[in-house]
């Protein structure tokens, strides 16, 4: 597979910019409490990504979610969060020098990591109140660390057809692997993920905070699958800059330590690798910031 020349720029994390960057950061509410407190942090956070040379800024809607803000504070506020969100990102991509997408960032509502705890009951509602607030503002949706199929089937169900591009990105198993073997957090195999993609009428499959090393499997087997189907996704890859992630891991129980070989040279080469394996969207996850996404774009750039 030779190395994609259209390749799509994403953001890196929005979570731990802002604290770099002095905003007001604690759990529960993580990345949201920004968004409550002292939304201008956001704003800079995205300004941050669009001088690095991203093409896609992705809305901090993420932890506006009831397990971050909790129940009373979602049902009053989280529409206009997710509003807010929405017009932050949609602000300071308008202002760019260049064009520059937003994307609406759709969580895993019911936790991160935890497949587990995924109820399309609860869930449904949630989707939709993020869906509301964010739809004036995006481009295309990014439903993002799904660890499950049937998530991404709950996200189609609530987004409908409404014009905006789909995006699905998945979150790995990256704490026992088996080469050659890639699965989703639930154990389905990736191939099954691109079935459902497909299925599902995305026009990208992405994968997500997970670990560097187990993402080169993820695109090769997607690239077998869509060979094997006759058709055409884009494929995707953000990284994030932790250690391997438990299945038992808590949804919202601190911070994890960040990886220090992960530099901006480091993330490059495995971003280097992932493109000549086929992905031509490629951006960072948790722990991967600025700095990660400038050494992109300047490969890409030298590359054009």
Request: proline share 6%.
């Amino acid at each position: 597979m030779t190395t994609p020349d259209n390749t799509l720029l994403l953001d890196g994390g929005t979570g731990r910019e802002l604290q770099r960057v002095g905003a007001p950061f604690k759990q529960p509410e993580w990345s949201a409490l920004a968004l409550i407190e002292a939304p201008h942090f956001v704003s800079l956070v995205h300004q941050r990504y669009v001088d690095a040379g991203a093409d896609v800024i992705t809305t901090n809607s993420y932890a506006v979610v009831p397990f971050h803000i909790g129940e009373a504070r979602f049902a009053a506020q989280g529409e206009a969060l997710a509003a807010l969100a929405g017009q932050l990102a949609r602000a300071v991509a308008d202002a760019a020098p260049r064009p520059v997408r937003v994307a609406g960032s759709l969580p895993p509502v019911c936790g991160s990591y935890r497949a587990d705890l995924f109820d399309t009951v609860s869930a449904r509602p949630i989707l939709e109140v993020l869906v509301r607030g964010l739809r004036p503002y995006v481009d295309h949706w990014q439903a993002e660390t799904l660890s499950a199929i049937e998530e991404a089937e709950l996200v189609r169900a609530v987004i409908g057809d409404d014009g905006k591009p789909l995006w699905l990105s998945f979150t790995l198993q990256d704490d026992t692997v088996v080469a050659g073997d890639p699965r989703l957090r639930s154990g389905q195999p990736v191939a099954d993920a691109v079935a459902a993609a497909l299925r599902l009428g995305a026009s990208a499959l992405l994968f997500n905070c997970s670990q560097p090393e187990v993402m080169a499997d993820a695109v090769a087997a997607t690239q077998d699958r869509l060979t094997a189907e006759k058709a055409t996704l884009r494929i995707g890859v953000y990284a994030n800059a932790f250690p391997p992630q438990r299945k038992d891991a808590e949804a919202n129980s601190g911070l994890d330590e960040i990886r220090a070989d992960l530099t901006p040279e480091g993330y490059l080469a495995w971003a280097g690798a992932w493109r000549t394996g086929g992905a031509s969207i490629i951006g960072g996850c948790c722990g991967i910031g600025p700095e990660h996404i400038a050494a992109i774009r300047a490969d890409l750039d030298r590359c054009a």
